[in-house]
């Protein structure tokens, strides 16, 4: 098997991983992620939301960004090593393939809807690495 298709995975999952790295260190090495205006940072550490008053609205926007890029992390992890290490088992995997396309989706339509253009160009270069060397590592299987 040409290890053409393992690199095109494996750079896809990098990638994810790079954009959760960086995700995590602007989350608690940078103002990155602070609201321009001070007065709503204030707002947001002093208000609960509905669902329980064990924590304020700013600490879960922190917490709700790190596990976000925690999870980006985990998918890069798991798809490099599948890619580099086990490429016949995740090509032999209708349900992995499909998990590691269905969340490239979602986090596609996540930046375009939410975000802005920077994660989802990344993502979008993501995707195409993902499917092109799941696609090549098919047809040479």
């Not at 990098?14 to 609201?35: E, N, Q, R, S, W």
């Not at 008053?53 to 992390?73: E, I, P």
Request: charged share 10%; glycine share 8%; net charge positive.
């Amino acid at each position: 098997m040409s290890t053409y298709p393992a690199v095109l995975i494996a750079s896809s999952g990098a990638v994810i991983a790079y954009i959760g790295a960086v995700h995590l260190y602007y989350t608690f090495a940078t103002d990155k992620f602070l609201p321009r205006d001070p007065d709503l940072k204030q707002r947001l550490e002093a208000v609960s939301p509905v669902l329980t008053r064990q924590t304020t609205m700013w600490r879960a926007w922190v917490g709700f960004n790190a596990s976000h890029a925690l999870g980006l992390l985990l998918f890069g992890a798991v798809y490099v090593n599948l890619a580099l290490f086990h490429l016949p088992v995740l090509l032999g995997s209708p349900f992995l393939l499909l998990t590691g396309f269905a969340l490239l989706l979602a986090l596609l339509v996540l930046c375009k809807v939410y975000w802005f253009k920077a994660p989802f160009r990344s993502v979008a270069l993501a995707g195409l690495l993902y499917m092109t060397g799941a696609i090549a590592g098919l047809a040479s299987s």
